[in-house]
């Protein structure tokens, strides 16, 4: 009932205020997934970090291990700020929300029952995430100590993406335009500042 009458309203609302619901909802979601890559790589270098302070503690480490070690604290050290200022462009987005039937359809869609359902996995699994996989990660909630979201899909800050992947991010300039074609969806969720 509540889709046939969105299909209805569909028909009926200005091309104008189509364009706001469906700009508004291009940035909220783009936020959020700004957000869960912002945890994500948080979430992968403080694992990181610990292992390494581990190893420390049994053996030397060289030069390059203890440089990066350093750069991950140094980091990590500016995650406070990133978060910060995500929450503001979200509740930004939040307070402007527009009223309509393609905004209730983004409502619909991001509980948390249809981020894990089948299409979504799907996605994720296309995009070389954790759901191609059986470890779990996408149905698990992300351990940050930070609140709000901690169900989402992976983006390319993954850290158990990456350690499956074995690199960071496919390197660009070495794919031809197909590849890169194809690689762009998946890249869309690399964190971007
Ligand atoms: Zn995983
Ligand atoms: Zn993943
Ligand atoms: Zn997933």
Known sequence: ????????E?????????????KWRQQRYDESRKGFSI????????EDVEARLKLSRTQQLTDEQA???RDWQKELETFDQKYWLHRRALYKLILEKPKGPWV???DACSRREAVLSQKQRMLCAARGGCCERECGCCERPLKTHRANIKYGHCTM????????????????ERLGTGQKREYN????????Y
């Open 185 to 192: 969806q998946a890249l869309t969720w690399r964190l971007r």
């Open 10 to 22: 569909m028909h009926f609302v200005s091309g104008n205020s189509k364009r706001m619901q469906i």
């Open 1 to 8: 009932m509540a889709t046939r009458l969105r299909r209805f």
């Open 157 to 172: 800050e993954c850290g158990c993406c990456i350690r499956n992947r074995g690199f960071y991010k496919p390197e660009f």
């Open 67 to 69: 440089k990066e070690l």
């Open 104 to 106: 209730r359809k983004w």
């Open 39 to 46: 945890l994500q790589r948080e979430v992968f270098l403080k």
